[in-house]
């Protein structure tokens, strides 16, 4: 039996831009996905769903230095510009950029449960994800052959899922959250995504107390981002393995990985009023 997949539509103006700074920044290169992002947000040529994502992305950044407040008035912005998602799902924003702009709405209201849950508002956080997923499963019909759209925010909603689970003390939340990632990000062509579900799955397993399985997962995560030049996760891998892994380099990885990522632009500390902004 034939598998019939949606037929692709054109992708919004900026989306190459776009995705040229969040490949920026899975490398550790902030600054220079700062700067992308910027020129984007700037530009009245730029569709409403890319210019939403360009919020949400840089909210990410400051979000992964720590900046979870800063963060949450970006995917504020992010929401308001894709406000249009929650009208229709039968195309919001024209037919071709429907699909575009529920994404931009999911990745707004995921970061913004990101956001909260750093802050420790588990009960906002839950509310965010639960009206995320809501949009996802009334906007299925929106799903597109571009895995960037549903797929991919399907996964990150999933991915905060976990974290909310492991935050908030419900490791029953977290695994099985964990394992619905690991179904999702089959439809996710990219080792980036395929590596960043790893990591939190040996996340949940070292909460668990399944320390050899975290140790294993987490190794194979820092070599795989190494490979990649996937400073961040890189970075986060080698966190995790210095908690479990009895192993004493990955202590002074820690080290040495924040300090190249701080020289990239991404400090994992308050940034500056400047910086926060994206100037």
Known sequence: MRIMRPEPTPAPTGVQEWQRAVDLGAQGRAAAARRVLSTLTADPAVSPSVASLAHSTRASLLRQAGGHGPARVGDGRACLLAVGATRTCSG??????????SAAWLDGLVGLAADNLG?????????LLD??????????????ADWRTAARTRLRLSWVRSEWGLYSGDLDTARAAAAASAELVDAVPSDRHRIKTDLIGAAVAAASGETEAAVAA???VFERAAAGGLLPLQWAAAALLSGVDSAAEYASDVVFLRDRLARRG?????LSPLERHGR
Do not use: K, Y
């Not at 991404?266 to 308050?270: E, K, T």
């Open 266 to 270: 991404m400090p994992l500390a308050p």
């Open 119 to 127: 802050l420790g508002d588990f009960a906002a956080s839950r509310r």
């Open 218 to 220: 987490g190794r194979g």
């Open 92 to 101: 919001a924003d024209g037919a071709a950029d429907a699909g575009w702009l």
């Open 131 to 144: 009206r995320a997923a809501e949009h996802a499963a009334a906007c299925a019909a929106l799903d597109s």
